[in-house]
């Protein structure tokens, strides 16, 4: 069974701060990708990473895929009360047909 | 225009009973998904159907019995309800069977609750 773990699960920050996500696993995955989830909605793909050590920027979001592509990272610069949300990674590929989740970061950022 | 729509938004109902909940996505995609959010928001894949084939059912009781009409609707149908049944179930779709890069997009989910 793949399984992803995401820590921390939950962080709350103030407006401004800078935080690192991290989602990790002991299963190659071919691709990973980072969803946030609003209350009361579904997940919103915020984007996927494919190559090992590949770097993606989305404004103030950097979203790393480990060397192995057994890991990833997702830090935010700055954050602002906009960002709060859950953050889950997925991990494609490997032995399942389907995304495994991971276990989700709750991340509150106050204003 | 709502890509991927389930109804109904919320579902309250006794223990025992048997309720439906339904999915339509308007993307043309060919593959859908049933996914469970428990209470800790971990997200557990259901079922996946491609063009209206079962694809992937994971261990799930078989009181669950997904039903796909045509590759727009899957539905979620579930007898005998139990208090463990409690969650968020959200329908999701894709343009392709779970490829490495594939866009999943999600419906706004049914937050069932079993008394």
């Known amino acids: 069974t793949q399984l992803l773990e995401q820590s921390p699960q939950f962080l709350s920050i103030q407006e401004g701060e800078n935080l690192t996500v991290y989602c990790n696993s002991s299963s190659v995955f071919s691709s990973l990708q980072w969803y946030r989830q609003e209350p009361g909605e579904g997940p919103v793909l915020l984007v996927t990473v494919v190559t090992g050590g590949e770097v993606k920027k989305l404004k103030r979001l950097t979203f790393q895929f480990g060397d192995a592509r057994k890991d990833s990272s997702l830090h935010i610069t700055a954050a602002q009360p906009g960002d709060t949300g859950l953050y889950l990674c997925a991990g494609a590929g490997g032995s399942a047909r389907q995304l495994t989740f991971g276990s989700g970061t709750q991340l509150t950022v106050l204003p | ?115």
């Not at chain 2, 729509?5 to 025992?16: A, C, D, E, H, W």
């Not at chain 2, 048997?18 to 996914?35: A, F, P, R, V």
């Not at chain 2, 005998?80 to 999943?104: H, I, M, P, R």
Request: proline share 4%; charged share 20%; hydrophobic share 30%.
């Open chain 2, 1 to 115: 225009d709502t890509a991927v729509s389930q109804t109904p938004k919320y579902l309250v109902t006794q223990m025992g009973n048997d309720k439906s909940i339904k999915c339509e996505q308007n993307l043309g995609h060919d593959t859908m998904y049933w996914y469970k959010q428990d209470s800790k928001k971990f997200l557990k894949i259901m079922f996946s159907y491609n063009n209206k084939e079962l694809i992937i059912n994971e261990t799930v009781p078989n009181r669950f019995s997904p039903k796909s009409p045509d590759k727009a609707h899957l539905n979620l149908h579930i007898n005998s309800l139990e208090l463990g049944d409690s969650a968020v179930y959200f329908c999701a779709s894709s343009q392709l069977a779970g490829g490495s890069t594939d866009t999943q997009y999600f419906g706004p989910g049914t937050r069932l609750t079993v008394l």
